[in-house]
């Protein structure tokens, strides 16, 4: 009899246990899957680009209160430097540094003055562009922005004096990068200058005004680097 009471009592016990194991088991929180952490992209937002610079300026001006009068400029190739930050994938401003020389020459009415003189010219352009990402290494984007471009070393050759004023205009640009691969590539560039700074100038003695429409078109190639 004890023998039986105590058998039962076993396996009461043993019941109880598994019971209870079962139930922790039920309870017991289940662990949520660890998130993959993001992608990271292995390239830099900085990126640079050196190229050859065409040059070519609108042969249009004026000085004011002589009729018929025009100008013209020289044109020039350059190498330039710009610096590119991405914000996005997409979005990124760029900011282009070069300098170039040119003459200025009299036309129509004021021809025979030949070549009024010469300046130098510093024109840094900063532009906010859209890069479109769906074509595989061939990557073109657009762009607009502002210009500020600064005149010195001026130097009077038939006129007496001239002093061409710093000015701002605005800046449209198209272009592409061919990536060879994530850091090196290709890249052609087509940039539309709106420029029409005032002058002042001194031919015989007499003190005259104008304005030079510039407007130049800056026409590049080059090697680009993202780091």
């Avoid at 510093?122 to 562009?129: A, K, N, R």
């Avoid at 560039?189 to 003695?205: A, E, M, R, S, Y």
């Amino acid at each position: 009899m004890w023998t039986r009471r105590i058998g039962a009592l076993a396996a009461t016990t043993a019941f109880l246990l598994i019971g209870q194991a079962a139930y922790a088991a039920d309870v017991s929180p289940v662990a949520e899957p660890t998130p993959e952490a993001p992608a990271v992209s292995a390239l830099s937002p900085w990126q640079i680009r050196v190229r050859g610079l065409g040059v070519i300026t609108n042969d249009e001006g004026k000085v004011n209160g002589v009729p018929g009068s025009d100008l013209s400029y020289s044109d020039s190739v350059i190498p330039e430097l710009d610096i590119t930050y991405y914000f996005t994938d997409n979005i990124a401003a760029e900011l282009i540094l070069g300098t170039t020389r040119a003459n200025v020459y009299g036309e129509g009415s004021i021809d025979g003055l030949g070549k009024i003189g010469s300046t130098w010219l510093l024109p840094p352009t900063l532009t906010l562009q859209y890069h479109f990402t769906d074509f595989g290494a061939f990557k073109p984007y657009v762009g607009a922005g502002i210009n500020y471009t600064m005149f010195y070393s001026q130097d009077a050759k038939s006129a007496d004096d001239l002093d061409i004023k710093n000015t701002f205009g605005a800046a449209v640009q198209v272009g592409f990068d061919y990536m060879v691969n994530d850091h090196w590539g290709l890249n052609f560039d087509v940039k539309k200058i709106f420029l029409k700074p005032d002058f002042d100038v001194t031919v015989g003695g007499t003190d005259l005004k104008g304005s030079a429409k510039l407007d130049p078109w800056l026409i590049g190639a080059g090697v680009t680097y993202r780091f």
